[in-house]
């Protein structure tokens, strides 16, 4: 079945301690990204990638960084969390540029 | 820089009534366009698109949306909603002249009484 595979769903942690949030994709495509979901802003991309070795920021990147070592995994990494990084986080694919995104089913991370 | 509005954040319609949800992007230049649905707990699914032609498009669960060049818009609309179109609808617009940027209104929440 083709998906976007986010990993962990839910997490707790406290501020400062670093953690990654993983994403893959069975699709092989070129293009992903990660976004925020905060009420009332919708989806704010923070990083994208249109290939391996090849990321660019989006509109809310401080604070996170990525990497695309492999064209299926594009992980997110929060070097030092803060609480204003609670939200609800999604990877996306997509198989070229300009197209439909598909979405992964979030990952609801809490920092305290 | 561009935006995306959707103008209703919040709507409540009964079962079988008419919806129309608005969306207004800022961009004067080509753009691809979108509507995705996000059901409670869920992520987001696409419901249609619309990159030339046509401009009425069809998608899944009944909906369609109307591009409508010289108005920027592209509203959504489904005939006769029903308690399952419960979600959140986003609307979507991807610059053609630019980097992959996928760029999303504020969402509205639709809520369907039985």
């Known amino acids: 079945e083709a998906q976007v595979t986010q990993n962990p769903r839910y997490l707790i942690t406290v501020t400062g301690k670093k953690l990654t949030v993983t994403c893959s994709q069975n699709m092989n495509h070129e293009y992903m990204s990660w976004y925020r979901q905060d009420p009332g802003l919708g989806l704010r991309q923070i990083y994208y990638?249109?290939?391996?070795?090849?990321?660019d920021k989006g509109d809310v990147p401080e604070g996170y960084k990525v990497s695309r070592k492999e064209k299926r995994n594009f992980p997110l990494i929060l070097e030092s969390p803060s609480p204003n990084q609670t939200s609800l986080y999604f990877c996306?694919?997509?198989?070229?540029?300009?197209?439909?995104?598909?979405f992964g089913q979030g990952t609801r991370l809490t920092v305290v | 820089a561009q935006s995306v509005s959707q103008h209703n954040h919040h709507v409540i319609l009964s079962e079988a009534a008419s919806l129309e949800l608005g969306c207004n992007y800022s961009y004067g230049g080509t753009v691809n366009l979108f509507w995705y649905v996000q059901y409670p707990g869920q992520h987001l699914q696409l419901l249609l698109k619309y990159f030339s032609g046509d401009p009425l498009v069809k998608g899944i669960k009944g909906f369609e949306a109307e591009f409508i060049k010289s108005k920027f818009s592209f509203n959504l609309r489904k005939p006769s909603v029903q308690w399952s179109d419960t979600a959140e609808y986003f609307c979507?617009?991807?610059?053609?002249?630019?980097?992959?940027?996928?760029?999303f209104g504020s969402g509205t929440r639709l809520l369907v009484r039985p």
């Open positions: 996306a694919s997509t198989p070229r540029m300009n197209t439909e995104a598909f």
């Open positions: 990638s249109m290939n391996v070795e090849v990321t």
């Open positions: 979507a617009v991807i610059r053609m002249d630019s980097s992959y940027k996928l760029i």
